[in-house]
């Protein structure tokens, strides 16, 4: 069952414990780093240090782009040189060694012997079932599978399944953890395989036949993938997008014609080719074509930033998975601390900007500082209880009006801060005038003075603000009033 979004921020875990610095467990360290855990991380392997500081990087950069909301304050990084270091006064233990069976029994017998008895121990396996994996352990009730998919620090699913010996227990606290840094967890029965991962090897089986017969080329296989359902599913799962796609109503008439189609179709999924030589120089020769074709392209950046935008656009109907960066967001606001001071009555956390904010000049442009201040809105409007509840329920509010005055410049590697005061409330309408400064200089980079309405989601039309929300507003007012008029105020705002 996929374990459905809580409300309340999750508890996130006082540290967790890594085993291997692969593509897998770099991923998972990266996760946990910007989610503000703290990570002890032990690999063998002298490159592991360079391969996670490199997926790091990757996956800040990625953050970056995922969502407006500063980042909040990241976990630290520890390498350690044994095993023993890695387990010690940490909540979980996730083992991401190469897919051995006997090597993963061996580290979790280790794991189980060196970590504390209530330390959850979780596998990233995707092969070897849980009750393989915990049959040496000394505490196999703890001992689980806990299988991610690359990249890790973007996809928000991990199947969770325990083996016969698990306390079930074991499994509700590690998908609390999971979902504590915005993972999806599947918690599901031991079986052979993984949901996604045996979707994934059928669509492959097919893609190698119809390569091997000659019926489609690589390149022709991907576009065709790329360009059409691929495009649906991040929405809809493939039984769902049959259905809705479809003319049929009828649910079992819709699934009956989904069987019989899939019949008369010259599927070939039970078994895939023969790996002969002359098989293997022709994938290999197109899928050379497809590289040389992207040219220069960093492969893995270029994936990220595609998963970015699917994300974002998801996130603005909050479908598929676009629900996580909700959630991202929600717990920004909820983990960060609320600033209100004579100098900066309220603050959303520090940010950095990033280098393709500028314009050609190396100057920020203009809608950046308005996206900084549309940030700064829904900074204070998540504190206020707006959020995707209340904006399905209520409404939102909506920019009417807005005024920006540049008064120095901006580069790509400041750090910013949004200062936010409150200068009127009535019923329908907020007016809120934003200081953006530049880290530790007092003199302001540009304001920005707006009018926001509240519309309904009802009626589309503006309409009154709920009662706690204007109450919340109208005590901020009290605490803004007192503090010094902002020189820059346009007074005609008001009469808007």
């Not at 899939?262 to 074509?289: C, H, V, W």
Request: glycine share 8%; net charge neutral; charged share 25%.
């Amino acid at each position: 069952m996929l374990e459905e979004p809580s409300n309340n921020s999750e508890k996130l875990p006082r540290g967790v414990g890594l085993l291997g610095g692969g593509i897998v467990g770099s991923g998972w360290a990266a996760k946990y780093i910007l989610h503000g855990v703290n990570v002890r991380l032990y690999d063998p392997d002298r490159g592991a240090a360079n391969r996670v500081q490199k997926t790091l990087a990757a996956a800040r950069r990625a953050y970056r782009g995922l969502t407006f909301s500063p980042l909040p304050r990241e976990g630290s990084l520890t390498l350690v040189a044994s095993l023993v270091e890695a387990v010690r006064d940490v909540e979980l233990v996730q083992e991401s060694a190469p897919e051995r069976s006997d090597l993963k029994l061996q580290l979790i017998a280790e794991t189980s012997r060196a970590a504390a008895p209530e330390t959850l121990i979780a596998s990233s396996s995707s092969s070897v079932p849980p009750s393989l994996i915990q049959e040496m352990a000394r505490y196999p009730e703890r001992v689980l599978v806990g299988h991610p998919y690359n990249p890790v620090y973007l996809l928000p699913l991990v199947e969770v399944c325990g083996g016969k010996l698990t306390d079930p227990g074991a499994v509700n606290r590690t998908a609390e953890i999971y979902r504590s840094v915005c993972m999806r967890p599947l918690i599901r029965k031991e079986s052979d395989g993984f949901i996604a991962k045996r979707l994934h090897e059928a669509v492959l089986r097919e893609a190698l036949w119809m390569v091997h017969d000659g019926v489609a080329t690589a390149q022709e296989i991907d576009d065709s993938v790329r360009l059409s359902f691929g495009l649906r599913n991040p929405i809809f799962g493939p039984i769902q997008d049959y259905r809705i796609t479809g003319a049929e109503q009828d649910a079992r008439k819709a699934m009956q014609d989904l069987c019989r189609s899939i019949e008369l179709r010259s599927s070939k999924l039970s078994d895939g080719p023969e790996l002969t030589d002359e098989f293997l120089n022709k994938l290999a020769m197109q899928s050379d074509e497809q590289m040389a074709a992207m040219g220069g392209t960093d492969i893995e950046q270029a994936r990220d930033d595609c998963i970015v935008r699917i994300l974002r656009g998801l996130r603005r109907g909050n479908q598929g998975a676009g629900e996580v960066i909700a959630r991202l967001e929600d717990q920004i606001v909820q983990r960060a601390p609320l600033v209100a001071n004579s100098s900066c009555p309220f603050r959303m956390p520090s940010m950095e900007i990033p280098t393709s904010w500028m314009d050609f000049d190396g100057h920020i442009t203009e809608r950046r500082f308005l996206q900084l201040c549309g940030s700064a809105n829904e900074y204070l409007h998540r504190h206020l209880g707006i959020d995707q509840e209340y904006r399905v329920t209520h409404g939102d509010f909506y920019t009417l009006e807005t005024h920006l005055s540049h008064l120095t410049e901006l580069h790509a590697g400041n750090f910013v801060d949004v200062c936010t005061q409150v200068l009127g409330v009535d019923e329908k309408r907020l007016h809120v005038f934003h200081v953006i400064k530049r880290r530790g200089i007092d003199k302001p980079v540009a304001t920005v003075e707006q009018m926001l309405i509240h519309v309904s989601a009802e009626t589309g039309r503006s309409a009154p603000m709920q009662s706690k929300v204007h109450e919340r507003l109208r005590d901020m007012l009290k605490l803004h009033s007192v503090l010094p008029r902002p020189t820059h105020v346009f007074a005609r705002v008001l009469s808007g």
